[in-house]
């Protein structure tokens, strides 16, 4: 039996987190030398083999079937599958990838440390790799970026060590194993350790190699750690580099190098050091440097060279950035300066690989977050891929670096929680330890997070006091540590904006940075403006961290080749845990397409605010919310639009404000404007970049605005009754209302229109009729709505005709009144269809319920079903993207055009989708420009799909869909609304829409002509 084995299984020992790991260290390829580490090209590198690749793969369902003969180099594998290093296993056809959020995936009853050995999948893996002449004589590290759960390493046959903790780094000597020419590694690696009771996180739960695996070789005198710590003064003009160096055989020959180079390249310190001891730290003065933030990334690199004899033999890189991190008068402060964190969580996830990231892909990430004023990040809940950290150092975001820890499964009772089980604490320690030694010099990282979602106790309190001792200059954060003293900051999950402004008037003296909030889950990201609102009013209120940034879905196909994002549930057998489609909570798609929401966030998230100046009539005053920029690199774009059409525009290209400041514009033309009847003007502002950044183009927009011009109107004179007559038919079916070759049928057993035709044409394939409903947005499910609100589903099947009668005709009108009970709320609704000489019909609506205690309307509107073929779209009011009533602030008032299949968002799970608010009129036409146009007697709210909203009512939470499951049905399904309720999400599990966002006074009035 193998030495690791005869010791117990130690995937099921919280006492052995590794065997023969090397000691955790910061992030760093070493170069033969200064000039290839100061070119960074880690593919050339003569001192670095990537073993990334195809490997020999085997697959078992039970670490209990697995020979261990697999490691001998005779072993035959030429019947073995191949799989791609990194790559996981259940994306590539081996195993079943699960979704759960809170529960362990493989037990319902958790025992830990044991996980059950019967299912619990193992993978081996076999590669040949040839060993480089050159590298006799040094000392051989295996790199393995990331491995879930744990892994057995064995070379040529022989055990090298163990690992567990799936999202850092586990290095191994293998020097001992080697042989000159091939040589086999082989891994076993298991699903489920008594690591998984920690790595409970909200994700799909997947195995296998997730990050790079390659060789390193170091001489025998080489350089293990290092760390670069820049300190700023109080005044931060003047700085003192502090420099720690950990050395492996250093002799009385070695000397080491440190070299500063500045943005542009250029050497500004050169400083050699003598090697004393293998544990060195010296102090290096530096007199104005550069600072780093989120806003002006100005990025050092760090250089340590080693010499032996004046001879280089290693050489390494880092990222270093001036910036000072302090919480001071109960606020975080970066630079002095108190900041808001503008903050998304971000799982890693790609569509097709899994946990498995590209780095195009995370530049991708960056660029659209830089575009959408996104200038934080949580690592949820794991340290990520290096690459993410250099990314973030260089273009400037925040980290807040999360420890790989979450026991959410076992709950937080103190008897329960691992957190408070002392036997845990160093599975805890050992996580939080590798994850500050790896990413301890990264500028970006500015807060230490112990975890999530894991309980507290005696050993997030240790871990704490650890990372205080380590690193005083970064504060540190856990969220169920609640206000205890071992949390540096109030980071609550999904508060209310009551509570947050309660908190923010306590005597309390941290700042409140909510690690989680706006779940943004389907349509969702309601109201995050009033959280804004009120987190800027107060000053220890910073902000905080949506969750999330990317939708985790994995791409699959129907029977029929039809692809969709697949979440929990869509993979294995019936029995497969499953929490269904509450992976799918991002701001952008799992391709990174932006979600409406997005939209809403860049304009909440901008850091300028635009408002009329009071003093001056044709002034606006430009408030610059930056913390540490000028808006000296920003120009100005301006229109006048009457009823969305341009009158005037210009370009301001001086603009200064400085951070903090207003400065004020003054708009000329508006002088100009001439009102005109029935006419609303805006002015549309647009602040842009002069030049392009490190990831965005030139001309960007950062900031917009649109401002309503407070002019007055002459009031409009309708048209004097011309010589169309109007007439009213009636039939045993109908009444046929007609004027200027108008025709509308109204049915008689209803009281709704039937259909509306002109010159013959019809247009409705369904009718004109009372609705209340929406199809619910996750959030809706989450809080009940489906069933709380289930009186109003069918409001036009449960309305019954009580009258209809002509009430009045003359020569310029033909009025008809229906008045109906709504059965199932006993709610009485009166219509009223007036009928115009010219063929316009007025049609108001009045929701009167004669009982107390009805639950709050989904909307309040009608709906109707257009003949195919009207699918072009005309409006006037917010858009183009879907907006509602607590998500629209960047959705401006303008002249819009598109067509119904743009209109419809494919969220994973079907639903409302689609929404426009505050419409004046809209029309919806065929290709010959014939169809219907409806206008508001004051304003209202409208969508047009391709989809029924029965179509995307997925009845129950339980009955999950996907948009390939949707058939069309050629209709326009057309909404027409006084108001539909807001989208809320404050969180997707139980919080309802604010109640200003809410139809819940129940009487209510609403017209249109048609």
């Keep these: 039996m193998l030495a690791f084995f005869s010791r117990g299984q130690v995937w099921q020992d919280p006492s052995v987190t590794e065997i023969n790991k090397l000691a955790a260290r910061s992030f760093a390829i070493p170069y033969p030398d200064y000039k290839s580490a100061v070119n960074n090209q880690a593919e050339v590198n003569p001192d670095l083999l990537n073993l990334n690749g195809k490997w020999k793969f085997q697959w078992y369902n039970s670490v209990n079937d697995v020979s261990d003969n697999f490691i001998n180099p005779d072993f035959a594998d030429e019947n073995w599958d191949e799989i791609d290093v990194p790559g996981n296993w259940e994306v590539n056809g081996y195993g079943v990838p699960i979704y759960v959020n809170i529960p362990y995936e493989f037990t319902s009853e958790p025992n830990p440390p044991y996980v059950p050995d019967s299912i619990n999948n193992t993978g081996l893996y076999r590669r040949w790799f040839d060993y480089p002449e050159e590298w006799n004589g040094k000392r051989i590290v295996l790199h393995?970026?990331?491995?879930?759960?744990?892994?057995?390493?064995?070379?040529?046959?022989?055990?090298?060590?163990?690992?567990?903790?799936?999202?850092?780094?586990?290095?191994?000597?293998?020097?001992?194993?080697?042989k000159t020419g091939n040589n086999l590694l082989a891994l076993k690696v298991l699903r489920y350790s008594d690591g998984s009771y920690l790595e409970c996180q909200d994700f799909w739960r997947i195995s296998g190699i997730e990050r790079d695996v390659f060789l390193v070789a170091y001489h025998q005198t080489h350089l293990f750690d290092f760390e670069v710590k820049p300190v700023l003064d109080k005044n931060l003009s003047n700085s003192k580099i502090n420099i720690t160096l950990e050395t492996k055989n250093a002799t009385q020959h070695t000397t080491a190098r440190y070299q500063l180079l500045d943005p542009d390249k250029n050497v500004v310190i050169d400083k050699e050091i003598i090697i004393t001891s293998d544990s060195l730290s010296i102090s290096i003065p530096f007199e104005n440097p550069l600072l780093w933030s989120a806003e002006h990334p100005n990025l050092y690199t760090s250089v340590i060279t080693i010499s032996e004899k004046g001879k280089e033999i290693q050489a390494v890189r880092c990222n270093t950035g001036f910036r000072d991190i302090r919480i001071e008068g109960g606020q975080l402060l970066v630079n002095n300066f108190p900041v808001y964190l503008k903050g998304v969580n971000r799982h890693e996830h790609d569509p097709v690989k899994g946990h498995v990231i590209s780095r195009e892909s995370m530049l991708t990430d960056i660029t659209l977050m830089k575009a959408h004023n996104i200038n934080a990040v949580r690592t949820c809940h794991y340290p990520e891929d290096p690459y993410w950290y250099h990314l973030c150092d260089v273009h400037g975001i925040y980290l807040i670096d999360e420890a790989n820890i979450e026991s959410h499964g076992m709950g937080y009772h103190p008897d329960r929680t691992l957190g408070n089980n002392p036997e845990w604490g160093k599975a805890h320690l050992k996580r939080i330890e590798r994850m500050v030694e790896r990413d301890k010099n990264h500028p970006s990282v500015i807060i230490w997070s112990m975890g999530n979602e894991a309980g507290d106790g005696c050993n997030?309190?240790?871990?704490?006091?650890?990372?205080?001792?380590?690193?005083?200059?970064?504060?540190?954060?856990?969220?169920?540590?609640?206000?205890?003293?071992?949390?540096?900051?109030?980071?609550?999950?999904?508060?209310?904006?009551?509570?947050?402004?309660?908190?923010?008037?306590?005597?309390?003296?941290?700042?409140?940075?909510?690690?989680?909030?706006?779940?943004?889950?389907?349509?969702?990201?309601?109201?995050?403006?009033?959280?804004?609102?009120?987190?800027?009013?107060?000053p220890r209120l910073q902000g905080g961290f949506i969750w999330d940034w990317v939708d985790q879905g994995l791409l699959k196909k129907t029977p029929e080749g039809k692809a969709f994002w697949a979440y929990g549930g869509d993979f294995g057998p019936e029995d497969v845990p499953s929490d269904g489609n509450f992976c799918?909570?991002?701001?952008?798609?799992?391709?990174?397409?932006?979600?409406?929401?997005?939209?809403?966030?860049?304009?909440?998230?901008?850091?300028?605010?635009?408002?009329?100046?009071?003093?001056?009539?044709?002034g606006v005053l430009i408030k610059n919310k930056y913390h540490f920029s000028t808006l000296n690199k920003y120009y100005l774009t301006y229109e006048i639009k009457g009823n969305g059409i341009v009158l005037a525009s210009g370009k301001i290209e001086n603009i200064t404000a400085s951070p903090g400041d207003y400065e004020q514009i003054v708009i000329p033309e508006i002088k100009a404007i001439s009102p005109a009847p029935n006419t609303k003007y805006f002015l549309h502002l647009n602040l842009n970049l002069k030049e392009a950044t490190s990831l965005l183009p030139a001309n960007h927009t950062v900031a917009s605005e649109q401002l309503k011009i407070p002019v007055t109107t002459p009031p409009f004179m309708p048209a004097m009754p011309?010589?169309?007559?109007?007439?009213?038919?009636?039939?045993?079916?109908?009444?046929?209302?007609k004027a200027s070759e108008t025709e509308y049928s109204i049915d008689k057993n209803t009281g709704f229109i039937t259909q509306i035709s002109a010159q013959g044409k019809e247009t409705l394939a369904t009718p004109l009729v009372t609705d209340f409903w929406r199809a619910p947005t996750d959030n809706d499910f989450g809080n009940g709505m489906d069933q709380r609100c289930a009186i109003w589903k069918n409001t036009a099947r449960a309305c019954e005709l009580q009258s209809l009668r002509v009430e009045d005709q003359n020569s310029r009108s033909v009025t008809l009144k229906a008045k109906l009970i709504h059965t199932d709320s006993q709610s009485e609704i009166n219509l009223i269809y007036r009928l115009y000489h010219d063929g316009i019909l007025a049609v108001s609506m009045h929701l009167e319920p004669q009982i107390k205690g009805l639950p709050e309307l989904p909307r309040f509107g009608f709906s109707a079903g257009l003949i195919y073929g009207y699918d072009n779209l005309d409006w006037y009011g917010r858009g183009p993207h879907e907006n509602y009533c607590d998500r629209k602030t960047s959705a401006f008032i303008d002249l819009y055009q598109s067509n119904i299949h743009n209109q419809f968002y494919p969220y994973s799970r079907p639903q409302e989708t689609g929404y426009k608010t505050d419409i004046d009129w809209v029309s919806i036409t065929n290709r010959a420009s014939y169809g219907l146009l409806f206008a508001a007697s004051d304003s209202m709210g409208y969508s047009a799909l391709p989809y029924s909203t029965k179509e995307l009512d997925c009845i129950t939470k339980k009955n999950y869909r996907h948009p390939a499951d949707l058939s069309k049905d050629r209709i326009t399904h057309l909404h027409i609304d006084k108001m539909q309720m807001g989208v809320g999400g404050d969180d997707s599990w139980g919080k309802h829409t604010l109640s200003k966002y809410s139809l819940t006074e129940l009487q209510y009035r609403y017209g249109f002509t048609l």
């Design 144 to 178: 393995i970026g990331a491995v879930k759960s744990a892994a057995f390493i064995y070379v040529n046959g022989e055990e090298v060590g163990y690992t567990q903790g799936s999202k850092l780094p586990a290095e191994f000597d293998i020097t001992q194993y080697l």
């Design 460 to 538: 997030f309190e240790a871990a704490s006091a650890w990372i205080h001792q380590r690193d005083s200059s970064r504060p540190v954060h856990y969220e169920r540590a609640g206000q205890k003293p071992h949390t540096d900051i109030y980071c609550p999950m999904y508060p209310g904006i009551g509570y947050i402004e309660w908190w923010a008037q306590t005597e309390d003296t941290r700042p409140l940075i909510m690690c989680e909030y706006a779940h943004a889950m389907g349509n969702s990201t309601g109201n995050l403006q009033d959280y804004w609102d009120v987190i800027e009013k107060y």
């Design 584 to 618: 799918m909570n991002g701001l952008v798609s799992p391709t990174r397409e932006p979600h409406p929401g997005l939209y809403e966030v860049k304009k909440v998230y901008q850091y300028i605010d635009f408002e009329w100046d009071k003093k001056h009539e044709n």
């Design 722 to 737: 011309g010589q169309n007559k109007i007439s009213i038919d009636e039939n045993d079916i109908f009444f046929v209302l």
